[in-house]
């Protein structure tokens, strides 16, 4: 397969070499300082009504006469030409900004504010970013971002802060998203064949966003069509026989904004245990559909519609360990959105926003006897959530911004082994208040408020403030605060998905559901005793954050940010049983009082017009304070090789499981001027980690019980011809690195991928 691989990389560089930019017909052209074209640019004469580019980066417009025209382009330093300039001009080259800071955030504070205005820890990935990683879903584009880990825990799960998934709310196009398997949102769900941006906002943002954004939110903005017409086609090929072939469609005028998206992916997925029956990854496919209208009315109203649907079927095989009979698995997942929104602006003061949201999400694991057909499992799982809020924003003067939002969401969850509907119901508001007192200074308060029908009423307040001392340095600081109780499914889910093998029990299923897997003979060994898991209680929590961004030059970026999360009660999720395929069954427990602590650093400098490099180090320090408290009081022992028993010290104990002391990542980018051929490079490292209980005392203290520190070097090169047809290709894993405490790792993964620009070719 590698030799295989390699040779579609030698062939399709060859392809690249040999190639040249189509000619072109004159027109002017926006240009990056590598030759490569600026879809998302913008021409303005005079301040009158700006023009928007090509994909190929080509003015198709004729500009009306003027005194001056300023282009600009978010990430690059707008230029501003006299129109004798601008006439003598056929190609006009911004200059990209360090550390892309003029990037427009919408998830921060619900409105559109710079990075460099938010008093908060912000990183936005452009779709530039998300292409050179090769990545075909979400969790291959955070996983090489800094502090930020995918875990393997029933699905690609992300941590951030040392908070898990449970914890930290993924909106498309600002809309959060459901189908949570007991809080772990599976990010392999989300395409990002037609990703624009990525915002992740680090931090609590309960304040606006309630108690699933105690850690952070990731907000996916996808792409809305700009130009007239588009027809583009694509087809990405990687290890293990996945095909992912895409295609984005959409046209534009001066009503209506259409477009529309089809992602396709199938695999045979991969083995890490070939001496057992049944694959790691069992072979899926899943299929992705989205389509956004646009319509505007007038310069005050607004009216557009957002709808996704996502269908994934799967298959797979496993041996009873105790009957060695073999079972056969069969799955499927879907989930469907729509999400209306109208916007009235009666004047340049006020913004009114309704909002209408509509998920449905289900699954379906069925498990037989491959001999006679009979039923093993059965399981169905479906739940409805229906949100509508209305969002009042109102500039008061160009110090002052106030935002009101209220809105009422409604939540049923059906299942197999639930006796009854699960019925949620509550209603909200959020006050925020963004304040520029003077150039230097901008404070940003929030505050919301819950009624839950199960869970009663909290509060989650926040603040943000921010310090310029000059252009090139700032400070932020943020403190928040919020409340988050267990939900239906931490305690009473019972889970098999069989695209991946695993189980997940809630809390109160836990201790029946490892003793039928063990009947069974699916057990490998037992983690966790489940029977000492006991109730789930609610959390409470409050989270500081400070850091400063620092730009000693034109071409150099240091970001930094410190923080500490203190949560009582914790909900933790750990695997309490290895299964006979390599695979775990995850279950929930508190952990009375955690700290989450760290500092992350991000560095970019660009060396030259062809060369860029990156650094990214976080530092995560996680520990049970009870457990420090006994070890304090002399109440915890150990025994080492030699069975002598002695008293446990603070250095023996390891913290929260799943957490990594240290990680980093290292990233060159290299523009090659002869051929056009970009060139990535990165390195991603993730420190050593516990990643189970073995001893049976619920403390992270045996050496056995760590998962090794890995490194992963990753390649991608791509090039963009003028007439926006696309080549990719490389390699992620080169070292062919396994990580058996995270199944997700296939080892090593080649690809090859084209895009086809089909109105561009036709015009």
């Given amino acids: 397969m590698f030799r295989i691989s390699l040779i579609k990389i030698i062939f399709l560089f060859s392809l690249l070499a040999s190639c040249s930019a189509w000619a072109q017909d004159g027109r002017k052209r926006i240009l990056d300082s590598t030759g490569n074209p600026i879809p998302h640019a ?55 900004k360090t550390g892309a800071l003029q990037e427009v955030v919408v998830a921060a504070t619900r409105t559109d504010r710079t990075v460099e205005d938010l008093p908060l820890p912000v990183t936005v990935l452009t779709s530039e970013q998300v292409q050179e990683t090769g990545g075909l879903r979400l969790s291959e584009v955070l996983r090489e971002q800094t502090g930020l880990h995918i875990s393997s825990d029933h699905g690609a799960g992300l941590q951030m802060q040392g908070l898990d998934s449970d914890y930290i709310l993924i909106l498309l196009d600002g809309e959060p998203l459901i189908g949570r398997t007991a809080g772990t949102f599976d990010l392999d769900r989300i395409s990002v064949s037609n990703i624009e941006r990525i915002e992740i906002l680090r931090g609590p943002s309960s304040a606006i966003y309630g108690s699933e954004a105690m850690a952070g939110v990731v907000n996916i903005i996808t792409k809305a069509n700009k130009e007239t017409k588009k ?13 992912n072939p895409y295609a984005e469609l959409g046209f534009n005028s001066e009503k209506w904004r259409v477009s529309g998206m089809y992602d396709y992916l199938r695999s045979e997925g991969f083995d890490l245990t070939p ?33 996704r649907g996502y269908l994934e079927t799967s298959s797979g095989q496993m041996q009873s360990g105790v009957s060695e009979t073999l079972l056969g698995m069969e799955n499927f997942r879907r989930d469907f959105n729509l999400n209306p929104t109208l916007r009235f602006k009666p004047s340049e003061k006020w913004l009114f926003t309704l909002r209408g949201m509509s998920s449905q999400f289900s699954t379906q694991s069925d498990t037989r006897f491959m001999a006679d057909g009979a039923s093993f499992d059965f399981q169905e799982f479906r739940q409805f959530y229906h949100r509508t809020e209305q969002q009042t924003d109102f500039q008061f003067d160009s110090k002052n911004l106030f935002t009101l939002g209220v809105g009422h969401l409604l939540e049923t969850v059906e299942a197999t082994r639930y006796d009854e509907v699960n019925r949620f119901d509550a209603g909200y508001f959020f006050v925020q208040h963004q304040w520029d007192p003077s150039p230097k200074i901008n404070i940003v308060t929030g ?10 009423g909290r509060l989650s307040p926040k603040v943000a403030g921010q310090f310029k001392f000059s252009d090139k340095f700032s400070w932020q600081a943020s403190l928040g605060a919020g409340f988050k109780a267990p939900d239906f499914r931490q305690m009473l889910l019972n889970f098999n998905n069989a695209a991946s093998g695993y189980y997940v029990f809630g809390a109160n299923l836990a201790e029946e559901g490892i003793a039928r897997l063990q009947q069974e003979g699916l057990v490998a060994r037992v983690l966790i005793e489940p029977e000492t898991l006991g109730n789930l209680q609610a959390e409470s929590s409050w989270a500081l954050n400070t850091g400063f961004r620092w730009k000693p030059s034109s071409k150099a970026l ?19 049983a290895q299964l006979v395929t390599g695979q775990n069954a995850f279950s929930y427990f508190n952990v009375r009082s955690v700290i989450t602590q760290g500092v992350e650093a991000d560095f970019s400098m660009t060396l030259s017009n ?15 304070t009870q457990v420090l408290d006994r070890i304090d ?35 060159i980018n290299y523009s090659e001027p002869i051929t056009g051929i970009d060139w990535s490079l990165r390195g991603i490292y993730r420190g050593k980690f516990g990643f189970a209980d073995l001893n049976g005392n619920l403390i992270l203290d045996d050496p056995s019980e760590y998962a090794s520190g890995w490194l992963s070097v990753n390649l991608t090169a791509t090039k963009t011809f003028s007439n926006g047809l696309f ?15 995270q199944p997700n790792n296939p080892g090593r993964v080649l690809f090859l991928g084209t895009r086809i620009p089909f109105a561009n070719l036709i015009n």
């Fill in 42 to 96: 913008v021409i303005q004469v005079d301040g009158l009504k700006p023009f928007q580019v090509s994909s190929t980066g080509e003015l198709e417009a004729e500009l009306p006469s003027g005194k001056s025209v300023m282009v600009f382009a978010l990430g690059f330093d707008s230029h501003r030409f006299t129109w004798q300039e601008w006439g003598s001009l056929e190609e006009i080259i911004l200059k990209e």
């Fill in 231 to 243: 027809v583009d086609l694509g087809l990405r090929h990687r290890s293990f026989n996945t095909w």
């Fill in 275 to 307: 001496e057992t029956v049944g694959q790691t990854q069992n072979p899926f496919a899943a299929q992705t559909a989205q389509l956004k209208v646009t319509r505007v009315f007038s310069p005050k109203w607004e009216l557009s519609l957002f709808s």
């Fill in 447 to 456: 505050l919301r408020g819950d009624l839950h029908s199960q869970f009663g």
């Fill in 558 to 576: 240091l970001v930094v940010n410190a923080y500490r999360n203190q949560i009582e009660n914790l909900i933790e999720t750990a695997p309490i």
């Fill in 610 to 624: 062809t060369l860029w490099v990156s650094a990214g180090y976080a530092f995560l320090d996680t520990r049970d």
């Fill in 633 to 667: 009081a002399g109440e915890l022992f150990k025994r080492n090789a030699q069975n002598i028993t002695s008293r446990f010290t603070r250095s023996d104990y390891g913290g929260l499981f799943n957490r990594s002391r240290h990680s980093g990542n290292v990233k």
């Fill in 727 to 741: 080549f990719e290709a490389g390699a992620t894993n080169l070292l062919n690195t396994l990580t058996p405490a």
